[in-house]
Nanobody, 115 residues
Framework: QVQMVESGGGMVQPGGSLRLSCAASGSIFSITLMGWYRQAPGKQREAVALFFSGGSTYYADSVKGRFTISRDNAKNTVYLQMNSLKPEDTGVYYC?????????WGKGTQVTVSS
């Protein structure tokens, strides 16, 4: 059984920074995707930053230049460094893992950007 645990959310003022972490544990192999999605109030969940097998990455246009995804393969952990945060970055951030054709989601961590 795979478990996903996110941490690092919170409240920050516009222009501030946060770092999210997502640790996956359990029987994990053949990872094809690991990364971050977010869901703002009243909106659909959207991809924010992703790692694909082979090392390529994806960033949503709205976060390019401000967010950076990184990973520790030995720990099956991904991080999301979020800088220059804006109110529109507010939402619940979810970690997603696709491994051996199975999809796993974390429970989410709240990020609120407000003055």
């Amino acid at each position: 059984q795979v478990q996903m645990v996110e941490s690092g959310g919170g409240m920050v003022q516009p222009g501030g920074s946060l770092r999210l972490s997502c640790a996956a544990s359990g029987s994990i192999f053949s990872i094809t995707l690991m990364g971050w999605y977010r869901q703002a109030p009243g909106k659909q969940r959207e991809a924010v930053a992703l790692f694909f097998s082979g090392g390529s990455t994806y960033y949503a246009d709205s976060v390019k230049g401000r967010f950076t995804i990184s990973r520790d393969n030995a720990k099956n952990t991904v991080y999301l460094q979020m800088n220059s945060l804006k109110p529109e970055d507010t939402g619940v951030y979810y970690c997603k893992l696709i491994a051996a054709f199975h999809e796993y989601w974390g429970k989410g961590t709240q990020v609120t950007v407000s003055s």
